[in-house]
């Protein structure tokens, strides 16, 4: 028994004796596990699972073992989304040491051995073919009509992932490359095409359009590209009430104007009713056509088409007119409204009576030679095609590359004449992979599972797709070719020139019109009976005014919490007048400072207000939703399945007799406990924007009762209104920068980004915060990351 | 002579055969001791499917009656006209929407209604829908496989980790490719007619796509090398593309000859839904006419669309309409809009009924199935779906019927039942337990 004893003591002894040397560097780790048991093992065991995560079996202490899970945890825990409402927090301090020690671990292992991940093979979106056309052969094409939408995926089209092929798709690629070699060319032979731009239906035309001359109301600007020189035929239609007749006929001496850069070549008196103008004729007689058959040059033309504004005098009308004209189109032609003719769309077709190819830019841009005589043609076609290939493979050409165009281009020539031969293989260009993809190779010799650097030619497409949705420059190309992009210096100086370049508002456009869902904005219909005065004038402005936000912080070069803070904004009168702002004047947009702290940044913007609402009311849900993903990136989870409706009344009139305020109806989803658990994270920070009403505009009152923008935040603090809640966001600036950076190193790779990306996505936020957050040290720190300038070998695939 | 059940479909005679312009029909194609109606080598049904999202008022959807001649519904009474060519099938559920994955129902609902399979979160998978599988069978000799059309735009933000694909489109050619869906009449004119104002230019440009197609297979190897095997695979698959478009246009030019009475080109999208969808079915009743294709799929609106069809009665968003909190007065209200929509389906259904066919009409060989993977939209119920199909399937479908299947019969069941009825045997299909007999 002694014997026994003293054994056991030993074995302890000897124990503790090992352990001895490990034991200062433990105390952190335990404080840890010490923590994880007290604030998560309660729920995230292996018995109760709750949120499907279990965090039992994972040693804390080493997180770099089991990254996927962990990243899970920090992406919670960096919104302070957990521990759930009501239940205990260490403080903060501990709280963010606690996150940022599991994510050093991480880092740590990561920078050891990095996985830059590998974009796929990617697809150009349309947006990126359109302009990748404009800037190869100088014309410009409308993505949306030469080919079909992409997919997107993480709220973006431009990632690899989901830019898959189709027969259907390709199609059009193919179909895209021979309509556009003809244009580009300027082929004599082409059939008369009709093209029609519509003006949507819901803009009002009372007042003057941005773009239009001065003194002009209604109408639309429309950029045209001509084929070739010779005749076109516009052809102008206007808005009609639903069953015929025309709006706003009995409208006196209005007139209908049309230039074409900016020299009038239409002015045409309308007849007022009963005349509609209206094929065949109609009602009380037929009208003259509204058309005009002119010469124009090709080339891309800018063209107006709008009304002379008679006067500028209030109507002293029998009843009040909404802003939005066309919200009632029976208010076009009843008694006791005075209305204007609106213009609904204009078709241009031609050529007829063909001059010529015409002198365009972009055959300037093709025939960089001329063949004085047939023994010069076959040269000259070289030089031509090797330009072109070049440029749209957007890396050098070989003699490989260049014998099947000219293969195409004697078959054009055969048939027609050196133009036609041109077209041809141009055609063929457009068609080919090279041009449609981004291929990027990974050297043979290199074994699966080791990193490699792109080369300076990947790097500058990369570069250019990111900053421009197009191709490399001339510039970037020859630098990238002689191998000098791999420089620091050189990469972070081509950076800033890019920013410059006129051609960064794809980035702009392309990122802010999707992060913020500007794009999704030209899809929402507000309740016309409700919002009556909402029509798409001031729904662009919505759209311009963030994307100037935006554009302000790119091009300033400012600090991206800007976004959420700053004290401007841009307004046009429409928008002025929809905020309050007063005196500004005219359909141009300017910097103002914005007239109350609650409309700073972009909680105070209609664009995110009208996006996050219903059409007939607020929806803190949404708002508060789409805040914790595109914001704090920690998206709710999805709803449970089988939600019962809302409980009826006794009446069995459903809920509309019970609930009166959209306060009301959160309360109900709070009370319940299989929707509490989220909706007390988002309703909470829905509830404190219920001051904007569903477009946007300030009020106090809710269906007859008083806002109330009071609630808890899911960290214990209390919110009450916008002020509050941009507080809070501040507070986890930490979450705002990484989300933002997380979907702008999305963007810039083309592909999402996965557990592995986090590592470098801090270590871009770390950067960014060493130069103030400025846009450009967030750009910069992500063409200098790893998943932007390398690739991992990914092993061989079996199926 | 050893017989059995073999043989061989048309997609595997042309993939051996190459470049064969004219189609021989071969004793080969025809199953051994196998009557020559119901093979695969001489389908002429049409198969069309239509997807309506956000459910029915189903009291007023349903048939009261069972059976033969029974009594027509109020939302079904626009196609009281063609009743003998009516089959409609009550009491079938989407099990698929529920699951494990649940919730986020209209994230979901489009993806499920032709495959029978659950989307899958955060990614792009789903399963090969119903008319893919048909496409594959009965649409590879014809210039288009398929044609998917919609009236709506697609929308770039969708919802609930859910991808866009699953928003915007009811058919896949496999588990991981979405077909787009063209809501441009325009669009969907050049694809079925071509480019070019004339028959002629049409035919002289598919030849030079031709050689153009021809010229990139010829770099193929060059492409691939070095490239990472995933990128390969999807190399693959853009090369199959390029021999699919490749043989559409051989076909497209054999048929070139055949005399089609082509319409004007269509200009721009229409600013109504109802000039709108009468033009997509203009120019789909003409190209089933002419074969152009026999596959189509169309979508009415997307999930959560808050289009408005203010000719119903109706004035309000149609996903607003359809959260009706199952109060009397706003489920008859709802209605409104689901009649309108089948009024607009009479409008195509009656293209078909007038248009002669072989031995009959473009409806007696047509199957045509129309519906939503809702019921009760208030709360995203998938059972029981409002499903209707019209057309005789060349006979094969009676009319004139209401079946009400036992309950809980998944919806799948009906569209492996109906792959039999085009003549393409599966054994099972999406979470199917076995077919519908129709």
């Known amino acids: 028994m002694k014997r026994l004893i003293y054994i056991a003591g030993l074995t302890l002894f000897l124990t503790g004796f090992m352990l001895l040397p490990t034991l200062g560097r433990q105390r952190e780790p335990s404080s840890q596990q010490a923590l994880l048991t007290d604030y998560c093992l309660s729920c995230h065991n292996d018995r109760l699972k709750t949120g499907g995560l279990t965090l039992e079996q994972l040693d804390i202490d080493h997180p770099e073992a089991s990254p996927e899970v962990w990243e899970k945890v920090i992406r919670k825990l960096r919104a302070g989304m957990m521990p759930p409402t009501g239940l205990p927090r260490p403080d903060r301090t501990t709280y963010e040491t606690f996150r940022r020690t599991i994510e050093n671990a991480i880092d740590r292992t990561a920078r050891a051995n990095p996985n830059p991940g590998a974009t796929p093979l990617h697809r150009m979106n349309r947006t990126e073919y359109a302009n990748a056309i404009r800037d190869l052969l100088a014309i410009d094409v409308d993505p949306a009509t030469i080919l079909p939408p992409d997919d997107s995926l993480e709220g973006l089209d431009n990632l690899a992932d989901v830019l898959g092929t189709s027969p259907a798709l390709i199609e059009r690629y193919i179909g895209a490359a021979a309509k556009i070699s003809r244009l580009a060319v300027g082929n004599t032979g082409i059939q008369p095409l009709s093209v029609t731009y519509k003006v949507r239906g819901d803009v009002s035309q009372d007042e003057h359009i941005e773009g239009l001359p001065l003194g002009t109301r209604g109408g639309i600007v429309i950029r045209h590209n001509f084929p070739v020189d010779g005749e076109y035929l516009f052809k102008f239609s206007l808005l009609k009430v639903n069953f015929g007749p025309q709006y706003g006929q009995s409208a006196k001496n209005e007139q209908l104007e049309m230039s074409i850069n900016g020299v009038r070549l239409l002015l045409m008196d309308l007849r007022s009713a009963p005349y509609y103008y209206i094929r065949g004729g109609g009602g009380g007689g037929t009208a003259p056509a509204l058309e005009i058959r002119l010469p124009v040059k090709a080339g891309s033309q800018t063209i107006h088409v709008n009304f002379i504004k008679r006067t500028a005098a209030e109507v002293d009308d029998l009843l009040q007119p909404f802003d939005a004209t066309t919200a009632d189109l029976q208010t076009g032609v009843q008694y006791g409204y005075t209305t204007v003719p609106h213009l609904s769309s204009v078709e241009i077709l031609g050529p007829y009576n063909i001059g010529g190819p015409g002198n365009t830019p ?3 841009r093709i025939f960089v030679c001329r063949p004085a005589s047939q023994r010069e043609e076959a040269a000259c076609a070289r030089k031509i095609l ?50 449609v993809f981004r291929f990027e190779r990974d050297p043979e010799n290199l074994a699966a599972g080791a990193t490699h650097r792109v080369t300076d030619i990947e790097l500058a497409s990369r570069l250019s797709f990111f900053l421009w949705s197009s191709i490399p420059d001339e510039e970037l190309l020859s630098i990238a070719e002689q191998g000098k992009l791999r420089n620091a210096a050189v990469l972070q100086q081509q950076v800033q020139r890019m920013l410059k370049d006129p051609k960064s508002q794809a980035l702009i456009t392309n990122f802010s019109g999707q992060w913020l869902f500007l794009r999704e904005l030209k899809n929402r219909q507000p309740d016309l009976l409700l919002f009556a005065d909402f029509d798409d004038n001031l729904r662009q402005a919505f759209q311009r005014e963030t994307e100037m936000l935006f554009g302000s912080i790119v091009r300033e070069d400012r600090n991206v919490f800007d976004l ?29 400072t914005v007239p109350r702290p609650e409309r700073k940044g972009l909680f105070g913007q209609g664009s995110f207000l009208l996006v996050t609402s219903a059409a007939n009311r607020t929806s803190p849900v949404t708002r508060g939703a789409w805040i914790l993903e595109n914001l704090l990136g920690s998206p709710p989870p999805l709803p449970p399945p089988n939600v019962p409706p809302f409980p009826e009344a006794a009446n069995g009139q459903g809920i509309q007799k019970i609930v009166t305020s959209v306060r009301e109806r959160m309360e109900q989803h709070r009370a319940n406990q299989p929707c509490k658990g989220c909706h007390q994270i988002m309703d909470p920070i829905g509830l404190t924007l219920e001051n904007f009403d569903g477009i946007g505009r300030w009020r106090t009152e809710d269906l007859g009762s008083k806002i109330d923008t009071r609630g808890q935040h899911v960290d214990g603090t209390e919110l009450d209104g916008v002020e509050s809640l941009r507080a809070s966001m501040l507070r986890y600036s930490d979450a705002f920068v990484q989300t933002m950076a997380e979907k702008l190193t999305m963007y810039a790779t083309g592909r999402a980004a996965h557990y592995y990306d986090m590592p470098a996505i801090r270590a871009i936020t770390r950067e960014a915060a060493s130069d103030g957050y400025r846009f450009s040290a967030l750009v910069n720190a992500i063409v200098k990351s790893d998943p932007f300038q390398m690739r991992v070998k990914r092993a061989e695939e079996t199926h | 002579m050893f017989i059995t059940k073999k043989h061989l479909s048309r997609r595997t005679f042309l993939r051996g055969a190459g470049v064969t312009l004219a189609l021989p029909f071969l004793e080969s194609m025809v199953p051994a001791q196998t009557a020559l109606k119901g093979t695969a080598a001489l389908p002429k049904t049409r198969l069309g499917c239509f997807y309506v999202p956000h459910g029915a008022t189903m009291y007023k959807w349903t048939p009261a009656t069972e059976g033969k001649n029974f009594e027509m519904s109020e939302i079904l009474s626009p196609l009281e006209k063609y009743r003998n060519h009516m089959t409609v099938v009550s009491n079938l559920r989407h099990q698929s929407a529920t699951g494990a994955d649940a919730g986020a129902e209209h994230a979901r609902s489009a993806a499920l209604f032709l495959s029978g399979a659950s ?30 059309l919609a009236i709506e735009d ?6 609930a980790g859910y991808g866009c694909a699953y928003f915007n489109t009811i058919s896949w050619k496999t588990p991981t490719v979405p077909l787009p869906m063209e809501n441009s009449p325009q669009v969907v004119f050049e694809k079925l007619f071509g480019d070019g104002g004339t028959a002629e230019q049409r035919l002289q440009r598919k030849r030079e796509d031709r050689s153009i197609l021809d010229s990139i297979r010829q770099q193929t190897s060059d492409l691939m090398r070095g490239l990472p095997a995933s990128d390969r695979t999807r190399m693959d698959g853009y090369l199959d593309d390029i021999r699919e478009i490749e043989r559409r246009i051989r076909t497209a030019e054999a048929q070139a000859g055949a005399n089609q009475d082509v319409p004007d080109a269509p200009v721009g999208t229409p600013e109504t839904f109802d000039v709108h969808i009468k033009l997509m079915f203009d120019l789909l009743a003409i190209a089933y006419k002419s074969e152009i294709t026999r596959v189509a799929t169309l979508m009415y609106a997307k999930d959560l669309s808050p289009s408005t069809y203010p000719e119903s009665g109706n004035r309000s968003g ?36 007038t248009t002669p066919d072989g031995d009959g009409t473009l409806l007696d060989h047509s199957m045509i199935l129309y519906g939503s993977s809702m019921s009760n939209g208030n709360q995203h119920d998938h059972e029981p779906l409002p499903i209707v199909l019209l057309g005789g399937a060349g006979g094969t479908l009676e ?4 079946l009400i299947a036992s309950q809980h019969t998944p919806m799948s069941n009906l569209l492996l039942g109906m792959l039999d009825k085009l003549g393409v045997r599966k054994e099972s299909f999406g979470d199917s337990t076995g077919p519908l007999t129709i």
């Open chain 2, 119 to 148: 989307p899958q979160k955060n990614g792009v998978r789903v399963g090969t829908t119903v008319d893919q599988i048909a496409a594959a069978e009965i649409g590879q000799d014809t210039p288009l496989p398929s044609i998917e």
């Open chain 1, 564 to 592: 959420l803070t700053a004290d401007y904004t841009f307004v046009n009168e429409r928008l002025a007048k929809h905020y309050g702002i007063p005196n500004i004047y005219g359909t141009d947009f300017r910097r103002v």
């Open chain 2, 399 to 402: 009319g004139n019927r209401h």
């Open chain 1, 386 to 435: 090797s330009s072109l290939a070049r440029r749209a493979y957007r890396r050098p050409v070989g003699d490989d590359d260049i014998a099947p165009l000219l293969a195409f281009y004697q078959k054009g020539r055969e048939t027609g004449d050196f133009d036609a031969g041109i077209e041809m293989a141009l055609r063929r260009i457009l068609a080919d992979p090279l041009f």
């Open chain 1, 362 to 364: 972009s055959r300037a």
């Open chain 2, 154 to 159: 697609v929308s770039l933000s969708c919802g």
């Open chain 2, 318 to 353: 149609f996903h607003g309409a359809s959260h009706h909190a199952n109060a009397k007065s706003n489920m008859d209200n709802f209605a409104l809009i689901n009649k309108y929509h089948v009024s607009a389906f009479a409008y195509f259904i009656d293209k078909l009924a």
